[in-house]
């Protein structure tokens, strides 16, 4: 997209729903009118450039809020449809200089791969230039004054001038562009000291070729312009690269829908139709090897579903007929036939998308400090650099000037406005492919501080099932033919109970009843009712259920329990319990070594929270507790300065998410966790709980590391810089080497290096 009228037609809600959502619940658009916009800005290199950015947006009429964040280049804009469009807003970003594109735009790689070879050749220029430059100033290193004639130094000059120009006009192009849109919008940015240090060089440097005998003729320092240019173009480029693999992960995801898919007509035959038109109640057929575009329900075939990227599950899991299947997930094996469900925004596809997008443009504090100090920092290093020429202008301008210039390159704060959101972001994608979306930054920093994790029981520590523990029989009846019988009885009933039976009665391979189940009903509530012959040509009734449904007397039981009776009274008992995860003890045990006190709070009966924390290998297990009362435990315990976690399924346990320090929501309920959770964990995997505990102590551990490497380089590099002792070649070698340090140490924790506990 090019020019105004490009950005006009994203004015038409079905260009801009393809990158903004309506804020808050589906439909609220409708009535408040606000919609959330994710773009990219192309032409950000820092801190202060993602604070002009947002300045330019905040001042539009009719945006509410504007975020962005310069480690990504992606940021986040709410707008009121009734007060503005994304023209205007975009409009006035690209007055500043920097061009938004929607975050959804298909040409995004292919503009950033232009990007790249664009860059590559300014490298390259500089590059060659500056080893011809260093071959004609290299006799004047190694020779005393007067040892080579004034005619030949002046030759040597000037072929260093002629290889410095193509340096200046076309390599340093995107640095005098940038600084001189500053100076026109009156706003200071990192180019702006940088290009005044390459024009400084270059005017002294030429001043001195052109006039040998005046003021500036003592010495040039073409090999110092073009070796700094190179520097910090390979450090720029290598930023480029790397901050492609991060954007290239996100687009790839947001990608990953095809264009395409085939539909069943109303006549029956497959037409080949674009996603965009896919309803809720279409047959779709998708070939191996495609990815599946919405959620649906497979109505004929079966087939191996990668859901890797959506789950962070590697292994291929089978989807047969009745199986419910995700958008985004890859199809490997078989044709299948999917009745589709949900589609567009309001797939579990579209919803983990726009939770990467919100962490994408999301900083933790330490962050926006970095942001908020950039600008002065950059006033001041223009200001110590004027001071640094006037001190020692009377001895030699010259060198007065080529001190001012290292000081405008070595203090430019690179490193420090990257030092933190480089790894936060790394962090947050090695997370996302484990299956953890980080849902806010700021909740990474917050986590490395925990010591104490609340765990909610049902759904979380237990899975959302119950499994046969015991069996109680009467005299004669065998465990087979009564667990067949209930089976047979359950297996069409949908209740927890039902499916336990159902299950445990495929598990041990018993069978139904030879004599069919007849008249077959389920008694909201209560159980289930069915008929069996009795052999003398009657019906006997049978009664699978609660004790009073059964109408037999109840028993002392620790966990649920139902009932099978028939014409002679009490037939059996099935005791059940709660499915406690595989993984969870061992999750559990994983905290403790870490430090962290372990809790459990629960709305069930406290004999069964303190059961299911026993099982778990938590002490402190409560149970009987409301959403209120548990927010009451968790305020307690921050006020004696722990810094809690809570853990819960997104279903019921919204205030004390939102109450906690850091809150993970734990389940597939996507739409509900997100309105209050900092993580959500798209698995079944509990021992991602630690494992993301660890993860964040490792990020915060880079974090200081990186602070540290940029706030000793600054502490080395400027008095060195201000006492001369730093040429400007050396100064553009060490800004490079800062940022590339930080950046590199932040890629150590791209890795899904997440392993899961050791579940014994």
């Known amino acids: 997209m090019r020019g105004d009228a490009a950005w006009v037609l994203l004015d038409e809600r079905d260009e801009w729903l393809e990158f903004s959502r309506p804020v808050g619940a589906p439909g609220a658009a409708a009535d408040t009118g606000l919609w959330e916009s994710s773009v990219v800005f192309e032409g950000m290199h820092c801190a202060a450039c993602a604070g002009t950015i947002e300045q330019a947006l905040r001042a539009t009429p009719g945006v509410r809020e504007a975020d962005v964040?310069?480690?990504?280049?992606?940021?986040?804009?709410?707008?009121?449809?009734?007060?503005?469009?994304?023209?205007?807003?975009?409009?006035?970003?690209?007055?500043?200089?920097?061009?938004?594109?929607?975050?959804?735009?298909?040409?995004?790689?292919?503009?950033?791969q232009a990007e790249?070879?664009?860059?590559?050749?300014?490298?390259?220029?500089?590059?060659?230039?500056?080893?011809?430059?260093?071959?004609?100033?290299?006799?004047?290193?190694?020779?005393?004054?007067?040892?080579?004639?004034?005619?030949?130094?002046?030759?040597?000059?000037?072929?260093?001038?002629?290889?410095?120009?193509?340096?200046?006009?076309?390599?340093?192009?995107?640095?005098?562009?940038?600084?001189?849109?500053?100076?026109?919008?009156?706003?200071?940015?990192?180019?702006?000291?940088?290009?005044?240090?390459?024009?400084?060089?270059?005017?002294?440097?030429?001043?001195?070729?052109?006039?040998?005998?005046?003021?500036?003729?003592?010495?040039?320092?073409?090999?110092?312009?073009?070796?700094?240019?190179?520097?910090?173009?390979?450090?720029?480029?290598?930023?480029?690269?790397?901050?492609?693999?991060?954007?290239g992960a996100l687009e790839a995801l947001m990608h990953r829908l095809?264009?395409?898919?085939?539909?069943?007509?109303?006549?029956?035959?497959?037409?080949?139709?674009?996603?965009?038109?896919?309803?809720?109640?279409?047959?779709?057929?998708?070939?191996?090897?495609?990815?599946?575009?919405?959620?649906?329900?497979?109505?004929?075939?079966?087939?191996?579903?990668?859901?890797?990227?959506?789950?962070?599950?590697?292994?291929?899991?089978?989807?047969?007929?009745?199986?419910?299947?995700?958008?985004?997930?890859?199809?490997l094996t078989a044709p299948v036939e999917i009745r589709v469900e949900q589609v567009g925004g309001d797939t579990r596809y579209a919803q983990i998308v726009a939770l990467m997008e919100q962490a994408s443009t999301s900083k933790p504090e330490i962050a926006l400090l970095a942001d908020r100090l950039a600008k002065p920092f950059l006033i001041l290093v223009l200001v110590a650099a004027a001071l640094a020429c006037a001190w020692w202008w009377s001895s030699d301008p010259s060198h007065a000037l080529m001190i001012a210039v290292a000081i405008l390159v070595v203090t430019c704060p690179c490193a420090l406005s990257l030092a933190t959101p480089a790894a936060m972001l790394a962090s947050a994608g090695a997370l996302a492919r484990s299956g953890?979306?980080?849902?806010?930054?700021?909740?990474?920093?917050?986590?490395?501080?925990?010591?104490?994790?609340?765990?909610?029981?049902?759904?979380?520590?237990?899975?959302?099932?119950?499994?046969?523990?015991?069996?109680?029989?009467?005299?004669?009846?065998?465990?087979?033919?009564?667990?067949?019988?209930?089976?047979?009885?359950?297996?069409?009933?949908?209740?927890?109970?039902?499916?336990?039976?159902?299950?445990?009665?495929?598990?041990?391979?018993c069978e139904a009843p030879a004599i069919a189940v007849t008249d077959l009903r389920e008694v909201l509530g209560q159980g289930v009712a069915a008929r069996l012959p009795d052999g003398r040509g009657g019906l006997n009734e049978v009664r699978l259920g609660s004790a009073v449904f059964c109408g037999v007397a109840p028993i002392a039981a620790r966990g649920p329990v139902t009932h099978?009776?028939?014409?002679?009274?009490?037939?059996?008992?099935?005791?059940?319990?709660?499915?406690?995860?595989?993984?969870?003890?061992?999750?559990?045990?994983?905290?403790?070594?870490?430090?962290?006190?372990?809790?459990?709070?629960?709305?069930?009966?406290?004999?069964?929270?303190?059961?299911?924390?026993?099982?778990?290998?938590?002490?402190?297990?409560?149970?009987?507790?409301?959403?209120?009362d548990k927010l009451a435990?968790?305020?307690?315990?921050?006020?004696?300065?722990?810094?809690?976690?809570?853990?819960?399924?997104?279903?019921?346990?919204?205030?004390?998410?939102?109450?906690?320090?850091?809150?993970?929501?734990?389940?597939?309920?996507?739409?509900?966790?997100?309105?209050?959770a900092d993580f959500v964990v798209l698995g079944d995997r509990l021992s991602l709980i630690p494992a993301c505990h660890a993860k964040a102590r490792r990020t915060m551990q880079v974090v200081r590391q990186n602070l540290g490497w940029a706030a000793a380089y600054n502490a080395i590099g400027v008095p060195l810089a201000m006492a001369g002792y730093m040429p400007p070649w050396a100064a553009g070698l060490g800004m490079a080497a800062s940022s590339l340090v930080v950046v590199l140490n932040a890629l150590r924790l791209s890795k899904a290096d997440m392993q899961p506990v050791e579940v014994r």
């Open 69 to 112: 964040s310069a480690a990504s280049q992606r940021g986040r804009v709410v707008w009121d449809e009734g007060a503005t469009r994304p023209s205007r807003w975009m409009q006035a970003v690209a007055r500043t200089g920097y061009r938004p594109l929607p975050a959804h735009d298909a040409f995004a790689t292919e503009r950033r």
């Open 116 to 247: 790249t070879r664009k860059m590559q050749w300014r490298l390259g220029v500089a590059g060659l230039c500056m080893m011809q430059v260093m071959m004609y100033a290299t006799p004047t290193y190694f020779t005393a004054s007067g040892e080579i004639e004034p005619d030949l130094v002046n030759l040597l000059r000037w072929a260093q001038w002629v290889l410095s120009v193509p340096v200046v006009l076309f390599s340093c192009q995107p640095f005098f562009r940038n600084a001189l849109l500053d100076l026109k919008l009156r706003r200071v940015s990192m180019d702006l000291p940088v290009a005044l240090g390459m024009l400084i060089t270059f005017v002294v440097s030429s001043l001195g070729t052109f006039e040998p005998g005046g003021l500036f003729g003592r010495e040039v320092y073409f090999d110092s312009l073009t070796m700094f240019v190179f520097f910090l173009l390979t450090g720029r480029w290598l930023e480029l690269r790397l901050r492609d693999r991060t954007a």
């Open 258 to 331: 095809p264009d395409s898919v085939q539909r069943r007509g109303a006549a029956g035959e497959w037409e080949r139709v674009s996603v965009r038109r896919i309803r809720v109640g279409d047959l779709l057929r998708v070939l191996p090897g495609e990815v599946i575009p919405a959620d649906g329900v497979v109505e004929q075939g079966q087939t191996s579903a990668d859901e890797a990227l959506l789950t962070g599950e590697s292994t291929p899991l089978a989807r047969g007929v009745g199986q419910r299947v995700v958008a985004g997930s890859h199809n």
């Open 436 to 509: 953890v979306l980080v849902r806010r930054m700021q909740a990474l920093e917050a986590l490395s501080h925990v010591d104490t994790v609340v765990f909610d029981k049902t759904g979380t520590l237990t899975r959302d099932a119950f499994v046969l523990e015991d069996v109680q029989l009467r005299r004669g009846v065998t465990r087979a033919q009564a667990l067949g019988l209930a089976a047979a009885m359950a297996g069409g009933s949908l209740h927890p109970v039902s499916r336990a039976l159902a299950q445990a009665g495929a598990d041990e391979g």
């Open 564 to 628: 099978l009776s028939d014409a002679n009274g009490w037939l059996a008992s099935f005791h059940l319990r709660e499915d406690l995860r595989a993984d969870a003890k061992a999750s559990v045990d994983a905290l403790r070594r870490a430090g962290v006190q372990v809790r459990l709070l629960s709305g069930d009966r406290p004999e069964a929270a303190a059961r299911v924390g026993q099982l778990a290998g938590i002490d402190d297990a409560r149970g009987g507790c409301l959403p209120g």
């Open 633 to 676: 435990d968790l305020r307690a315990a921050q006020a004696t300065g722990a810094t809690v976690a809570m853990v819960g399924d997104g279903l019921n346990d919204g205030p004390v998410l939102a109450g906690a320090d850091v809150s993970f929501a734990f389940g597939r309920s996507v739409p509900l966790a997100r309105a209050q």
